[in-house]
């Protein structure tokens, strides 16, 4: 018998009156709220908020907004109908307009303040009052909490307008962003990468923002235009957007003495993180202390292996600053991001970033955040040397488990039990003397193909090739042949099919969503829903057009292009 008091979930979710009951706001309970902010959420202008864990927001509506995509995967996974998606009611609330929501839906969301390490340095001045109480969810407003089927979800609005944190900015995403970013999560999911997920994308029929952009086919590095964009809301998912910049805030404040609750406060926002995204891996019971030293080990354990899988399917993330690194251990921030082409360990396609964000480099950039992660927790542990100790030597350790998760990837990658240096050096150096295509290269060689043939498909054949292209071809047939030797304790579907599994086929390339997100622009979606489909079956081989379309080279005349193949800002 159905127990009627316990909160089911409806097979199905319909209507916003069916997800309203499954709402939880119980955090407000535990978590501070900023005392000056206006309990009605009219709280947008830029000011210092100096304690509180977040600050009730009325998000701001788009114009006029009209539906254009809907993350169908996490619908299924969440059990709501796709119609739900344009249902007016839902389009309302997740278009920013709160006021007509059912009970008990709440009309007003909420934004949280963070601190900035960049590359493991404190930074203040990127806060307009250069404390670091003006920083945070500058155009981020989550609107609500949810238990569905069982499973804790925060959903957050981005480009709803302003908040205290929008720094004198409109608090506005454009529909180009909004789009890279929606493709993006719901890519690098099938991809079997920890994101947020994508949830929904409308954009305004009317409201436009002007930006600093590219003109067409311009090399500038930086943007030469500025141009009138569209608005666009989308809304993302994850168990909670705690972010390592979250806890430094809290730390900083409680370093400093700031005010007579700061230690109280990171207390609790490190224990609403455990609960939100560590329920699994860290009893309840455990003292604080011992909590803080097991999350350190397990944040560790999820953030090298997230950036090791980065590496695995291509993705730079552009802007590893602490900020942008998920306390959760997943991909968060999908701004100057990039799918890499040619394969190329510097490959930064944020013109801002500088090479320590760059794509092989982002093992120490996550070193980088790591450390600031464990700075942050360290007050915690004040007096306890034993725990102390143990932190030390958690974060010590980074380094070496790092390595050996990127060694595992490579050999993954390689269809290899163990990873072999020697292999390993000559083929990275000949990847880049011959200037491969990072996707096609490793797909092409789940194939085990008998000759080089089928990788020379991969090949760009820059200048170091052309001036020798016998002589490489030659090192790579001397490759394979080694390559094949170490790969023979496999029989040669199984060593395939699990290559296939590991190696996408398709990728997120920029130069594939640069002509989406024009069309979108224009009113047309249908190449944007195309390529939602193609990249949600990122390892399956598909059809024979999509092939055609998607699995090739990087068109030569498409390098170099702003806007494209690298991008000063991406808001
Ligand atoms: N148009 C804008 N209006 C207000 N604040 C903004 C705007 N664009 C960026 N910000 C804020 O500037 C800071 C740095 O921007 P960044 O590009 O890292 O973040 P983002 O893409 O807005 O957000 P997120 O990290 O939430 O995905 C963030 O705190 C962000 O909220
Ligand atoms: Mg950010």
Redesign the pocket.
């Known amino acids: 018998m159905i127990n009627r008091h316990h909160r089911e979930t409806p097979t199905t979710i319909r209507t916003l009156d069916d997800l309203a009951p499954l709402a939880d706001y119980s955090f407000m309970d535990t978590l501070h709220s900023d005392p000056e902010g206006k309990a009605n959420g009219a709280d947008h202008a830029p000011r210092q908020v100096f304690s509180g864990h977040y600050v009730p927001v009325k998000p701001t509506p788009i114009e006029n907004p009209e539906y254009v995509s809907h993350g169908k995967n996490l619908f299924r996974e969440l059990g709501f109908a796709d119609s739900l998606a344009q249902s007016d009611d839902f389009v309302r609330m997740f278009s920013g307009d709160l006021s007509r929501v059912p009970e008990p839906l709440r009309n007003v969301g909420w934004a949280c303040g963070?601190a900035?390490s960049i590359y493991g340095n404190e930074f203040y001045q990127?806060c307009p009052f250069q404390t670091g109480n003006g920083?945070?969810?500058?155009?981020?407003i989550s609107v609500l909490e949810a238990v569905i089927n069982g499973q804790r979800w925060e959903m957050?609005l981005?480009?709803a307008g302003?908040?205290p944190?929008?720094?004198?900015?409109?608090?506005?995403?454009v529909l180009r962003?909004s789009v890279r970013?929606f493709l993006a999560q719901e890519h690098m999911h099938a991809l079997g990468v920890p994101t947020s997920r994508s949830l929904s994308l409308y954009v305004s029929k009317t409201e436009q923002?002007r930006r600093p952009w590219y003109s067409e086919g311009s090399r500038s590095i930086d943007p030469d235009i500025l141009v009138s964009e569209p608005v666009a809301i989308s809304t993302?998912v994850a168990p909670s957007?705690i972010?390592v910049g979250q806890l430094e805030l809290f730390s900083r404040r409680a370093r400093k003495e700031e005010h007579p609750q700061a230690m109280e406060e990171l207390e609790k926002l490190v224990l609403h993180l455990i609960d939100r995204e560590y329920s699994d891996d860290i009893d309840r019971s455990l003292a604080t202390a011992e909590k803080v030293v097991l999350l350190a080990r397990e944040f560790r354990s999820r953030l090298t292996s997230l950036v090791a899988n980065w590496i695995r399917v291509g993705y730079c993330q552009g802007?590893f600053?602490s900020?942008?690194c998920a306390a959760g251990g997943f991909t968060?921030?999908?701004?100057?991001f990039g799918f890499i082409d040619l394969f190329d360990p510097q490959y930064q396609p944020w013109t801002g970033g500088g090479a320590h964000f760059s794509f092989l480099n982002q093992p120490l950039a996550a070193e980088r955040n790591f450390y600031s992660f464990c700075s942050a927790l360290r007050p915690l542990l004040t007096a306890r040397e034993d725990d102390l100790r143990q932190l030390d030597e958690i974060q010590s350790g980074f380094p070496k488990v790092m390595q050996e998760q990127l060694e595992k990837m490579w050999a993954d990658k390689l269809g290899l039990e163990a990873f072999d240096e020697a292999l390993f050096v000559d083929l990275a150096k000949l990847m880049m003397q011959t200037t491969v295509d990072y996707i096609l290269f490793f797909r092409e060689l789940s194939s085990l193909p008998d000759d080089i043939g089928p990788i020379k498909k991969s090949f760009y054949k820059g200048r170091t090739y052309a001036a020798d292209p016998d002589g490489i071809d030659r090192r790579w047939s001397a490759w394979l042949t080694k390559w094949k030797s170490l790969t023979q304790t496999r029989s040669r579907e199984e060593l395939s099919s699990q290559m296939k599994r590991v190696n996408p086929k398709y990728s997120l390339r920029e130069w594939f969503v640069v002509p989406a997100y024009q069309q979108a622009a224009a009113g047309d979606y249908a190449l944007l829903r195309e390529l939602q489909e193609v990249m949600t079956q990122p390892y399956a081989e598909q059809t024979e057009d999509v092939e055609k379309k998607y699995y090739r080279l990087k068109p030569l005349e498409l390098f170099n292009v702003g806007g494209s193949s690298h991008y000063s800002?991406?808001?």
């Not at 944190?165 to 995403?173: E, K, S, T, W």
């Not at 968060?332 to 100057?336: E, T, V």
């Open positions: 963070y900035l990127q920083y945070g969810d500058g155009r981020a957050q981005k480009g302003r908040t944190y929008c720094r004198g900015a409109d608090g506005r995403a962003s970013e923002v993302r957007f972010r802007n600053n900020d942008n968060l921030d999908y701004g100057p800002c991406s808001s």
